[in-house]
C-alpha cells in the first residue's frame, strides 16, 4: 500500500472515541486500526459505504470499551 494513504493519529485513551468519530464522518477511511503503545493491534474494523450507518454506534461502543483499557494509543487509518 502507498504511505500516502495512511496516516497515524497518536491520542490519549480519553480522546480515542472522539477521533475514530471524526474519522468515520470525514468519510474517506477504508480501514481503521488500533493498537496499543506497546504497538499491538488491539481493534481493527473496515468501513464501507452500505454499512457505514448501520455501524457507527456497535463500533463506537466497541471503541468506548477498549477506551477505558488504554492511556494511549495509535490510530492508523487506511483511505479509500
Same mark, same amino acid.
Request: hydrophobic share 30%.
Given at each position: 500500500?502507498?504511505? /500516502?494513504? =495512511?496516516? $497515524?493519529? =497518536?491520542? /490519549? *485513551?480519553?480522546?480515542?472515541?472522539? !477521533?475514530? =468519530?471524526?474519522?468515520?464522518?470525514? *468519510?474517506?477511511?477504508? !480501514?481503521?486500526?488500533? !493498537?496499543?503503545? =506497546? *504497538? $499491538? /493491534?488491539?481493534m481493527e474494523f473496515s468501513l464501507t459505504i452500505g454499512a457505514i450507518g448501520t455501524l457507527i454506534a456497535p463500533i463506537l461502543a466497541a471503541v468506548g470499551a477498549m477506551a477505558a483499557l488504554l492511556t494511549s494509543c495509535t490510530i492508523i487509518v487506511e483511505k479509500k
Open positions: 500500500m502507498n504511505k /500516502s494513504n =495512511k496516516e $497515524e493519529f =497518536k491520542v /490519549s *485513551g480519553e480522546d480515542i472515541v472522539r !477521533k475514530v =468519530k471524526q474519522i468515520i464522518d470525514e *468519510g474517506n477511511a477504508r !480501514k481503521v486500526i488500533i !493498537k496499543n503503545d =506497546k *504497538g $499491538e /493491534s488491539v
